[in-house]
């Protein structure tokens, strides 16, 4: 978890768990200091709510890209290939 995805957590769950009786913290105050819009922060507080501390947490955090490439295109190339040649030549 980032201190950016800390920082958010401490004021979502500071605004989850405050007291009803006591409300000082507005959802559009929270919102506010983490520099959300209120629909966004609402999205995090039904995540937390939902999944814990590890809700808002992006979900593909460590999955390999959908773009990378397979091992075997990006593998060494062979000593007489042409690019390898084009640099000794140049030298």
């Given at each position: 978890?980032?201190?950016?995805?800390?920082?958010?957590?401490?004021?979502?769950?500071?605004?989850?768990?405050?007291?009803?009786?006591?409300k000082h913290l507005?959802?559009?105050?929270?919102?506010?200091?983490?520099?959300?819009?209120?629909?966004?922060?609402?999205?995090?507080?039904?995540?937390?709510?939902?999944?814990?501390?590890?809700?808002?947490?992006?979900?593909?955090?460590?999955?390999?890209?959908?773009?990378?490439?397979?091992?075997?295109?990006?593998?060494?190339?062979?000593?007489?290939?042409?690019?390898?040649?084009?640099?000794?030549?140049?030298?």
């Amino acid at each position: 978890m980032s201190l950016q995805e800390r920082d958010r957590m401490k004021i979502v769950h500071e605004y989850v768990n405050q007291e009803p009786s006591r409300k000082h913290l507005t959802q559009a105050k929270a919102a506010q200091i983490v520099r959300l819009s209120e629909r966004q922060l609402q999205r995090l507080v039904a995540q937390y709510r939902a999944h814990g501390d590890v809700g808002p947490i992006h979900r593909l955090r460590g999955q390999p890209s959908n773009r990378k490439l397979d091992p075997s295109v990006t593998a060494p190339q062979p000593a007489g290939c042409c690019c390898c040649l084009r640099r000794s030549n140049s030298v």
